[in-house]
């Protein structure tokens, strides 16, 4: 983490800040069960210079550091970093978020979330072998043309497209649902692992909160993580989703950002489907191929 000196106006104009409080702070915020990303962005619109730690006392902050140190420790995770609002590596794409998150937790190189062009690829958990195949040969074209690859680490088209990434040798950016310190799916440890080691892996979620609280509370992280991958990117391409699926709230959060949305033609297609349509006269781009998306960028 970076800090801001130049801005008068600037938290950082007061005194330096302590890693591990701010840490720490976030963390403490989070241990009221009525927090929620909105009413966090509503606190920190009404405290505007204001840090996590501000709202606690030291006693505290040393307290929820210690359990969360703790945590890492369980988890064996010694390369973990953090980035706080107002510092200068904050992305400031992030602002355009609704609810924009204050901090997050990441591994690997933060400067993947400054590429010149980037692009989240996200569908089905689910997805057709139909899907997959897409899923390849339009990531492998947005690598060749130089974009950086934003995904989930999710099952189906969000797995596929980060691997498709590495494989062809572009740059990845894994945006989960769950703690730094958790590895979901299981059977993607070994990808998790590979893109905070070589590429960038980032979480916003708060690692004490999630483990207090059940299955079906942490299930709320994941739509929230699409907001902030959408507002981190210049675009999102859906290559195949449901009429419930979690990627349609990517898709609202694109529009609502101002990012470009595109949706693959075969969606378009599906008999079942209302959503495409809906989407494209929201401002959503039908991708007939490569070029729809080149262009429109």
């Known amino acids: 983490m970076t800090l801001n000196f130049k801005d008068p106006t600037s938290i950082f104009s007061k005194e330096p800040i302590n890693s591990l409080d701010e840490m720490a702070g976030y963390e403490a915020l989070w241990t009221d069960s009525k927090t929620s990303f909105k009413s966090l962005a509503e606190k920190f619109r009404k405290n505007p210079h204001s840090v996590p730690s501000d709202f606690y006392s030291k006693s505290d902050l040393k307290k929820i550091s ?3 140190l703790e945590k890492f420790q369980n988890a064996n995770l010694l390369d973990y970093k953090f980035c706080l609002f107002q510092t200068i590596d904050y992305p400031q794409k992030l602002r355009d978020a609704e609810n924009p998150i204050e901090f997050f937790y990441y591994r690997g190189n933060l400067d993947f979330a400054f590429s010149p062009k980037s692009i989240a690829v996200v569908g089905s958990r689910n997805v057709s ?3 997959i195949k897409r899923t390849k040969k339009l990531v492998k074209s947005l690598v060749e043309n130089g974009f950086t690859i934003y995904s989930g680490l999710a099952r189906g088209v969000d797995t596929t497209a980060h691997k498709v990434a590495i494989e062809f040798g572009g740059k990845t950016v894994a945006v989960i649902g769950t703690p730094i310190t958790e590895v979901y799916p ?23 909160r999630y483990s207090r609280q059940s299955i079906q509370g942490n299930r709320l992280f994941f739509p929230e993580r699409n907001i902030t991958m959408s507002a981190l990117t210049d ?9 419930t699926s979690g990627t349609l709230i990517q898709a609202r959060a694109a529009l609502k950002q101002n990012r470009k949305l595109f949706i693959l033609d075969n969606c378009f297609k599906n008999p079942n489907l209302t959503w495409p349509a809906k989407f494209a006269e929201r401002g959503a781009i039908r991708v007939r191929n490569f070029d729809d998306i080149i262009t429109n960028l």
Request: hydrophobic share 40%; with cysteine.
């Open 186 to 208: 299981k059977e993607n440890s070994k990808l998790q692992q590979q893109i905070a080691c070589d590429h960038l892996l980032i979480s916003q979620v708060p690692i004490l």
């Open 66 to 68: 210690e359990e969360v």
């Open 235 to 243: 675009a999102t391409v859906i290559v195949e989703a449901s009429e």
């Open 129 to 131: 072998d139909d899907g």
